[in-house]
């Protein structure tokens, strides 16, 4: 297939159409209301079902329904959407239902502007919602990359029977690049076992997050904490830029902030102070082990933290290092994103170099 | 040595009012903020630019105020918190510059069907024969990737825009990954759309580093090269105040050189 231009936006939805997913219930929120845009033209055309909720409450709900039936169901929204969504959320995951959802994270808290951040770190990865739960939580770079993980988190939330959301800053959506979609778009898949079809010929099935016994309620807890143990140890992903045994400095940045801190890197090697980057793709679960295993090698000195908030990614950081290195900290939020000069100032101190 | 080689015409505007339309990812919005540089370069009549765009939160020409402002061109749009909005606010100015019809005002008007309606509240203002709209069309866009969906695209815009378009634009590419065959293909495709239409096409665009590579010759249209205004956050470019003025200086020097030939 040709290789076309496309806004992050409709990218996403363009995915999702490609990984067999036709039920899209969304509200409308900048920056990323074109997915709505796009997939309300798109959708009619192979089938697929759009519905505005009248509000991001009623889209967590619509959400639940719908993936009960065991149909690939998805939404998208920008932080506030999102935090309205997290009880429907938290009940999804105790319910072992499978749904993707994207949030095209803007500047909070609150109503926040409209400007990229990545200021929603801890409520997609530590959850939003109550209860003991997790949601696995991927993060791309690029538009292409985008695409892929989009489609990845249709897979991910059928085989693990989980919530997964794709995490992106303002600029994922809004930005426009060139992407390539594989030939071959999956049909639907058939229905699953456990999904409400009807019981006809077969005993009924119950999907519910309420366990008034405690002994069945730890049982479900315990199911779930089980189910996050084996994606800790089967879907850790992360990519290295750079990273040799002459670095001195090693930088963890995730999404788009890792590409401005590629151009840091490589203007930063023009002036011989050799940068590494870890970026890790998937949020939840970290990549803890890997980043450690970085982290302790020797020529690694000090190490970096860049992100479009005041601080969050760091503290899984911290977790993983265990106080291994000094561990500095550049961000800047509220829409506002850290340059590539900035963060070369940021390098530069972490390692005592000039001012 | 001339950089571009020889024979190619850079665009000729006529008119006093020249409005940019396309959908987002055309690149209207690259287009409109060169035109206005090579006008303020070549021209000694006030430009001015107006931002329309109430759809694209991002990138948009508003992006290149410090930059056009310091070619002493006048720039209309929203200022201080809003200037951030995604709200639809259209500047009482707007209407104004409209009107008054002096010098030139090129519109930067938001992606697409929704983007247009801005410019069909102020249909009113435009006098038939003293404005240019002119579209862009991107042939690796979806919905104006062939000329079928460029007639549909075209007309519904059209309709909400309440205007009849006067000229085409081929700017087709894919930003960093734009090949000659690419600009080719658009040129092919903008033709026919053109030639359907019976418009002029008004000028192909596209970056200066592609049409270095290419014999312009085979373009029977004007040429108008970009230098790309609208950066990523890690991309370098002519974003930086010094680099501006180094690539203001090369232009002027470009420009001086063209109207000795």
Redesign the interface.
């Known amino acids: 297939m040709a290789?076309?231009?496309?806004?992050g936006n409709?990218a996403i939805g363009e995915a999702a159409i490609c990984a067999g997913a036709t039920n899209y219930f969304a509200y409308p929120i900048?920056?990323q209301s074109?997915v709505a845009e796009?997939l309300s033209r798109r959708l009619p055309e192979v089938g697929g079902v759009f519905v505005q909720a009248e509000s991001e409450v009623a889209v967590g709900y619509m959400l639940f329904g719908a993936a009960s039936t065991g149909k690939r169901v998805f939404t998208t929204s920008s932080s506030p959407g999102i935090s309205l969504m997290q009880e429907a959320l938290s009940y999804m995951a105790g319910a072992h239902l499978p749904v993707v959802l994207v949030n095209i994270m803007r500047g909070g808290p609150g109503l926040g502007?409209?400007?990229?951040a990545q200021s929603d770190y801890f409520q997609a990865t530590k959850g939003g919602g109550h209860g003991d739960y997790h949601i696995i939580v991927l993060a791309p770079s690029s538009v292409q990359e985008a695409v892929d993980l989009m489609i990845l988190a249709f897979d991910l939330a059928d085989k693990y029977r989980t919530p997964v959301m794709l995490i992106g800053d303002?600029?994922i959506g809004?930005?426009?690049?060139?992407v390539e979609f594989p030939e071959q778009y999956q049909t639907p898949p058939s229905p699953k076992e456990w999904a409400l079809t009807g019981a006809v010929g077969r005993k009924p099935v119950v999907i519910k997050s309420l366990f008034l016994d405690p002994i069945a309620l730890e049982k479900n807890s315990l199911e779930l904490a089980k189910k996050y143990e084996i994606i800790k140890a089967d879907e850790v992903r992360y990519e290295l830029y750079k990273v040799n045994d002459k670095n001195k400095l090693l930088i963890f940045a995730y999404g788009?902030m890792a590409?401005?801190c590629?151009?840091a890197i490589d203007e930063l090697e023009e002036e011989g102070i050799g940068v590494g980057l870890f970026r890790p793709i998937s949020l939840f679960p970290f990549p803890q082990k890997e980043i450690y295993r970085e982290v302790i090698k020797p020529n690694i000195k000090a190490l970096l933290t860049v992100e479009m908030s005041v601080g969050q990614m760091i503290e899984d950081i911290e977790r993983c290092i265990v106080g291994q290195k000094p561990l500095g900290f550049y961000g800047r939020t509220g829409?506002i994103?850290?340059?590539?000069d900035e963060v070369k100032a940021a390098v530069k101190k972490q390692l005592g170099l000039g001012k | 040595m001339n950089y571009l080689g020889v024979g190619f015409k850079y665009p000729s505007i006529l008119t006093s009012i020249v409005a940019i339309v396309g959908g987002f990812g055309s690149g209207k919005t690259e287009v409109a903020v060169n035109l206005t540089r090579f006008l303020a370069l070549s021209e000694k009549i006030p430009i001015a630019i107006a931002d329309l765009d109430l759809v694209n939160p991002y990138f948009r020409s508003r992006e290149a105020i410090a930059e056009m402002e310091g070619l002493g061109v006048r720039v209309i749009a929203p200022r201080g918190g809003n200037f951030y909005a995604d709200l639809p606010i259209l500047l009482p100015e707007i209407r104004g510059a409209i009107e008054k019809r002096e010098g030139r005002l090129i519109l930067d008007v938001g992606g697409d069907v929704q983007g247009s309606r801005a410019l069909g509240t102020l249909s009113d203002a435009f006098v038939s024969d003293k404005y240019e709209l002119l579209m862009v069309l991107n042939s690796r866009r979806p919905f104006t990737s062939d000329v079928a969906d460029c007639l549909k695209t075209m007309s519904r815009i059209e309709i909400t825009a309440q205007l009849k378009f006067t000229g085409i634009i081929a700017n087709s590419h894919m930003i960093d990954e734009t090949t000659p065959e690419i600009l080719i293909e658009g040129y092919r495709l903008a033709s026919s759309v053109a030639e359907i239409l019976e418009l002029p096409l008004v000028f192909l665009s596209a970056k200066r580093e592609i049409l270095e590579k290419m014999d312009l010759l085979q373009f029977k249209c004007p040429v108008l090269p970009l230098v790309r205004s609208m950066l990523k956050p890690w991309e370098r470019g002519i974003a930086s105040p010094a680099a501006c003025r180094s690539s203001k200086d090369e232009q002027v020097r470009r420009m001086t050189k063209r109207t000795n030939d």
């Open positions: 290789k076309k231009l496309m806004k409709e900048t920056p074109e796009y502007g409209i400007l990229p303002g600029m809004q930005m426009m690049e060139s788009t590409r401005i590629q151009t829409g994103v850290p340059s590539p």
